[in-house]
């Protein structure tokens, strides 16, 4: 991976020079809208939060939606696999750590690690396969260094 250039890679809103996010932090509370029959959070509400902590890591390293748009190409998924070890229930605060293990020309693996923060258990792990396409064609496409210059791979945080 390309040493960090100051000034390609920052924080949205708060500019944070010379620093990326290895791994990166989001919360978020489970709602009584994720519980269901079974009083737990849902299978579906761990997809929406997989991608909603995949676009906040992007944000934080300097890559926002519009920033993808304006390069003419963005991340698709095209494979999630969730291991899910304990439940959430409504009320419960989860920490999701998510990093890059794995960047090559196309694509990229993301993991995920869910925390229930109120007794620090981990209820789930997950991984992402996300692939560049260029908009235009829907085709994968090469990643370029803008962007890769901007993430840190680790496979072992």
């Known amino acids: 991976m390309p040493a960090f250039q100051s000034g ?3 924080a949205v ?4 020079k010379n620093i990326m996010f290895k791994i990166y932090s989001y919360k978020i509370m489970v709602m009584a809208a ?3 029959v079974n009083l737990h959070a849902n299978n579906v509400c761990y997809v929406r939060w997989l991608n909603d902590a995949a ?8 890559w926002y939606a519009e920033r993808y748009i304006e390069l003419g190409s963005n991340w698709f998924a095209r494979r999630h696999t969730i291991d899910y070890l304990a ?22 693996t993301r993991k995920y690690r869910f925390i229930r923060i109120k007794d620090n258990v981990k209820i789930a792990e997950a991984e992402t396969l996300w692939v560049f396409v260029n908009l235009k064609t ?20």
């Open 8 to 10: 390609n890679c920052c």
């Open 13 to 16: 809103g708060i500019i944070i």
């Open 34 to 36: 994720d519980v269901d």
């Open 55 to 62: 676009v906040e890591h992007s944000r934080a390293n300097g």
């Open 87 to 108: 439940p959430a229930a409504e009320g419960d605060e989860i920490e999701i750590q998510t990093w890059i293990s794995d960047w090559q020309a196309i694509k990229s």
């Open 138 to 157: 829907g085709r994968p496409t090469k990643i370029p260094n803008e962007v890769s210059d901007c993430f840190f791979v680790t496979d072992n945080p």
